[in-house]
């Protein structure tokens, strides 16, 4: 099964690339894996998983991999959840419901529930996906697309699906280039000329380096594609296996790369993008890899263009008024330069510099925002200097306050990055927690 005999190709009107939206991709039931606490992210995650986290002025992290889905052509798409999930099941309900279920298109909620065993909820990812094999079964897919739900990256899945049929392949692992310093915490992969996988090692102490490209490891994304019923036998087998931590990559890709036909499918070969940029993608679990990816986006030529429209990242915000600057006296002036500004935003004689502000904020006169990300609904009151902050959804900021100028004193009261970035939230400032976030 070749992609050219399968794939009825679309092409992107402004890069002519490929899109494989094909019978491939009808025939693919995708699961995202979306439980994750995402502990490094501190106080972000504290109401909220992962996935939910806001990203981009008015997207949620999870976005990114759903519009893939949705870019890609498919349109059958479990999302499994557990850590926190309130917040992220409201973001799908509100912004997720447009498939047509009367064209057997879906976004399901697959929250953890002991299906099989009442004395455990989610265990590890492969258990997560054997916990719901009979809803997978339901859909009889010929695919499975095994996904993460906590990166940022733009990907036409129906490529990896076609390399995947075209190698007659059991499994197929999307991978990247990574620093060797970095692969330590990835699953380490060592492929022959065939990209056939020849050895994986998960999160290794000593990761090996790409031959003849010292310093550069070959690292799983956590994207994999398997036969459907090679899938399920796989599943059966480690839940059967009293040893398994029960996870893909410690336990059943080593597995089936010493067994069965296993292959790698590099990330430049399946992302979109522009020509001439390299592909993008980004883990945002820490507060420096989170504030570093937004401000990006704020930058004259960012590395991720959301302007695309010939792959629009799909996702719910409120229906709101658009943004409004008043005031234009000497020294009472509402200006932003070098930022994006959401819906419903009121900058009231203020100065925002490369900074982002999410929908429904407000910012009162005579403050400075600097290099700051500013979630919904903020409330950031007069006479106020931010510099280098992330400050979580329905803060109120008082009159008068200075973060970012003197890390001693805002180590007393926030969280300080490495980097220098402060996490503001109602917490640390003595406000009623709100656990609906």
Known sequence: ????????????????????????????????????????????????????????????????????????????????????????????????????????????????????????????????????????????????????????????????????????????????????????????????????????????????????????ALASMGIYVFNARFLFEQLLRDADDPKSSHDFGKDVIPHCVKRYRSFAQSFADSHVGEAGKPAYWRDVGTLDAYWEANMDLVQVTPQLNLYDDNWPIWTWQPQSPPAKFVFDDDGRRGTAVDSMVAGGCIVSGSDIRRSMLFSGVRIHSYSTVEDSIVLPNVQIGRNCILKKCIIDKNCVIAEGTQVGIDPVEDRKRFRVSPSGITLISRAMIGQDVNPIR
């Open 1 to 216: 099964m070749s992609p050219s005999s399968e794939s009825n190709t679309v092409l992107h009107s402004s890069s002519r690339d490929p899109r494989f939206v094909s019978q491939l991709t009808r025939s693919t039931y995708a699961i995202v894996l979306a439980g994750g606490r995402g502990s490094r992210l501190h106080q972000l995650t504290d109401w909220r998983s992962k996935p939910a986290v806001p990203f981009g002025g008015k997207f949620r992290i999870i976005d990114f991999t759903l519009s893939n889905c949705v870019n890609s052509g498919v349109r059958r798409v479990g999302v499994a959840t557990q850590y926190k999930a309130q917040s992220l099941i409201r973001h799908l309900q509100l912004g997720w419901s447009f498939l047509d279920g009367r064209l057997g298109e879906f976004i399901e909620i697959m929250p953890a529930q002991q299906q099989v065993d009442e004395s455990h909820w989610y265990r590890g990812t492969a258990d997560a996906v054997f916990q719901n094999l009979r809803e997978i079964r339901h859909a009889n897919p010929e695919y499975v697309l095994v996904l993460s739900g906590d990166h940022i990256y733009r990907m036409d899945y129906g490529r990896i699906l076609a390399a995947h049929a075209e190698r007659n392949a059991d499994l197929t692992v999307a991978c990247i280039e990574v620093p060797l310093e970095e692969a330590k915490g990835f699953g380490v992969m060592a492929v022959d000329a065939e990209k056939r996988i020849v050895n994986f090692e998960e999160k290794p102490n000593d990761p090996k380096h790409i031959p003849g490209r010292p310093g550069i």
